[in-house]
């Protein structure tokens, strides 16, 4: 009876997946929500700041002036 138990107990040791430790959980976890909450809030200001000229806005454009103080 012992040599079946040695048996199972090396079955157990030697299966396969990986040995993360329970005090990483939290770690992972806060990295998890600090990514979402980065993407999520970096994707709100890109879509609702007017002040970025990501459209390519000609009425915040300021290169009309520059232009025309160059050719003066």
Do not use: H, W
């Amino acid at each position: 009876m012992r040599p079946a138990q040695l048996l199972l107990n090396t079955a157990k040791k030697t299966s396969g997946g990986y040995k993360i430790p329970v005090e990483l959980t939290p770690l992972f976890l806060a990295v998890g929500v600090a990514l979402c909450s980065g993407t999520y809030f970096t994707y709100k200001k890109l879509r609702t700041d007017e002040t970025l000229r990501l459209t390519g806005n000609p009425e915040l454009s300021s290169l009309d002036e520059v232009l025309a103080k160059d050719k003066d």
